[in-house]
């Protein structure tokens, strides 16, 4: 079967993550909303209905089961839209879920709720409840690798869970707000402090001495060091060194500067203001703790200091003395938004590519040309 994440006119409000990718790309918890289908129904084959310029990486069905990309499913959820059939449409509390044909015959769905996402912050605020469902899905059934006997449990230790390759040495890891998945190959060196949730994907690293505060998730091939405190790494980027980042989204291909620190709060701890895609201007939120979001092959310099819910586009390099702005385009060059030269942003996203024996494809390439028009 056929299954089509459709991202439900949300493009823009999960930008700049979505800038680079649809809604059901988005990583949180442990797997990607496509991955999580995959899973859930391993027959089906996955599309996407998002924006034209994504297309050719993203590819689109016509003849699909169609999915609302802001839902997190479940197993009851999953069941339930495999048995839709000619053109029924299934729903919970006016919220439409996914649909078969023109989805005319509304069908209810009253199984277990699933999570529901609706702006970018709501991925770190929802990553616990996500990341446990991802776990048990995951783990079910399944043994653990078998932890060094270096390391100090605190709860319950069956939630954690290792995959092959998987290597942790003298460290603290407490389960008791929620549970550590070490993917393959992963790595947490001596020294580090755990609390979870948290999710490491294959290959990646935290590094010696590491503090890390549940709900976070560390995407495959990143290295993490420092204090971290509920935050969502795509793949490949790096955070390698000292330095604070809390309630924030790191996109693909990033390189946080050593001592490189961000409020996630403001001194009078009001709700904070944040840019919109949507609107192209500073918003009023109702959200009291907001770190950095960092677009795609976006890197900043040592000791920059991010504000309260700032905002950095896709392919910015972000250099200076000075306090950055809350929002920087996508393509900046420094801290007063300067222009990122095309073919040298291309040059270095390729750069930090290739060191992982990776480089840019056409696909991604044009969506970067797009982007920066």
């Known amino acids: 079967m056929k299954i089509q994440l459709h991202d439900n006119k949300k493009h823009l409000d999960f930008a700049p993550l979505t800038l680079t990718r649809p809604v059901g790309n988005l990583r949180m918890g442990i797997l990607t909303n496509d991955e999580r289908w995959k899973m859930l129904v391993p027959n089906a084959e996955i599309f996407f209905e998002t924006e034209d310029y994504l297309s050719d990486k993203f590819q689109q069905s016509s003849q699909a089961i169609v999915v609302n990309a802001c839902v997190i499913p479940n197993e009851e959820l999953a069941k339930e839209v495999v048995k839709l059939k000619g053109n029924e449409e299934l729903i919970i509390n006016g919220l439409w879920l996914a649909r078969s044909g023109t989805g005319e015959i509304l069908k209810d769905y009253s199984g277990k709720q699933p999570t529901v996402i609706n702006h ?38 069956s939630k954690i869970f290792l995959e092959e390759g998987a290597k942790v040495e003298a460290a603290i890891l407490n389960t008791n707000e929620g549970p550590i998945y070490i993917g393959k190959n992963a790595e947490i060196m001596e020294g580090s402090i755990i609390r979870g949730g948290l999710a490491m994907l294959d290959s990646s690293v935290l590094k010696l001495g590491a503090k890390v505060y549940g709900a976070t998730t560390i995407g495959p091939f990143c290295k993490v060091g420092g204090e971290v405190n509920n935050v969502i790494f795509y793949a490949y980027s790096n955070k390698g060194h000292d330095g604070f980042v809390g309630n924030s989204l790191i996109g693909e291909w990033c390189n946080i500067g050593a001592d490189t620190n961000t409020s996630n709060l403001k001194n009078n701890y009001g709700f904070v203001k944040t840019y919109s895609f949507r609107t192209k201007h500073i918003e009023q939120t109702d959200v009291q703790f907001m770190g950095l979001v960092m677009g795609d092959h976006s890197k900043c310099g040592i000791n920059t200091m991010f504000n309260t819910a700032t905002v950095v586009g896709v392919s910015s390099n972000v250099f200076g003395a000075e306090f950055p702005s809350k929002y920087i385009p996508s393509f900046s060059w420094g801290v007063h938004g300067d222009a990122y030269d095309f073919s040298k942003a291309v040059v270095s996203s390729n750069n930090m590519m290739v060191r992982r024996g990776l480089e840019l494809s056409k696909e991604e390439i044009a969506i970067l040309k797009h982007i920066s028009l």
Do not use: C, H
Request: net charge negative; aromatic share 8%; no cysteine.
């Open 120 to 157: 970018r912050w709501e991925l770190y605020q929802k990553n616990a409840e996500v990341l446990a469902q991802d776990f048990d899905l995951i783990t079910d059934g399944r043994m653990s690798v078998q932890l060094s006997p270096t390391n100090t449990i605190i709860g319950d230790s």
